[in-house]
C-alpha cells in the first residue's frame, strides 16, 4: 500500500518544505563539526545519537500522546529497529568517510542518495517520480558529480573516502524509505526515539568491542558531540523525519542534496578548514540547486507520489 493512501487526510502542523530547508541548513553543518575532533568516527557517531536519544527521551516523557505512540510502535518494532540499523551504518561509513578525503566530496557523494530511494521508493512503496522528479535528480547528482571528480582522479585515500560515502548514501536510503513508511501513523518522537536509539546502541556497540575509546575524550570533542547532536541531529535529521510524513521519500531526499552546497561554504567559511571551493565545485553547486529546483516543482511529482501525506496520530 502506497503511504498516501494511509489514514484520513490531514494537513501538517507546520508546512514540510521549510522545515526541510532548515533541516538541510542545519545538516551542513556536520561535514565542517567533524573536521573540530580527532574522536573516531564510531565515537562521533554514537555520542552524537547518544546525545540526542535523551534529548528526545525528555520530550517524550512529557507528551502523554508520544508516550501511547510509543507501545503502538511494537507492531512494527522490526522495521524500526532495521531503520535504526541502516542509520547506524550511515553514519558510521560517511563519518569515516571525512577521513580520507574532502568535505565536499564526502558530503556530495552522500547526497547522490534520491537515486537509491527514487528506486527503492518505486518497489516497495509505490511513489514514482514524474519526469520533472527524475529531471530534478538527474541535474542534481550530475552537480554532485561534477564537485567529485577531482578525488575519483586522485585514487587512493581519497577514492576509498568516495567509497565510504556512496555506502553511506546507501544504507541511507532504506533507512528513509523505512521512515517514509512507517511515519505515516507514527508519531515523530516515538518513532525517532526507537530508531535514533538503536542506532546509538550499535554505534555504542562497535566502540565497545572495538579500538575505539567510549570516553576520555577532550571538552572541545564534547562540545562537537553537542553541537552535532541539538544541529545536524535534532533540526535535520528530525526535521528530514517530520516531512517524510507528508512529502514522498525522493522528494524529501532531492531537497537534502543542496547540503553539500552550505557544506560547501561552511568549509570555505570558516578559517579553521579554509577549504576554498574552485570554478568545478561552484559549477556543481549551480547544478545541485537547478535541480532541486526542477524536481521540487509541483509537476514533479508522479501521480502515486502526489506529496500530500495523511496520518492518523500526532506529527
Partial sequence: MSPGRAGRQE???LPPVPVLVVAVLAMSWAGPLVRFTAAPAEAVAAWRLALSVGLIAILVAARPTARRALRELRGQAVLAVVAGVLLAAHFWSWIASLRLTTVSSSVVLVSTQPLFVAGLAAVFLGERPGRRGWT?????IG???LIGWGDFRVGGRALAGDALAVAGAM???GYYVIGRRLRVGVDLWAYTLVVYGVAAVVLMGVVVIGPAPATGYAGGDWLVFAALAAGPMMLGHTGVNYALRYLPAYLANL?????PVGATAIAWLLPAIGEAPGGRTLAGAALILTGIAVGASRHGVGAKGHGKEAGNGSS
Fill in 11 to 13: 494537513g501538517p502542523p
Fill in 136 to 140: 530534478g535528480i538527474v541535474v542534481a
Fill in 143 to 145: 552537480g554532485a558529480a
Fill in 171 to 173: 544504507f541511507a536510503a
Fill in 255 to 259: 531537497v537534502l542534496v543542496g547540503e
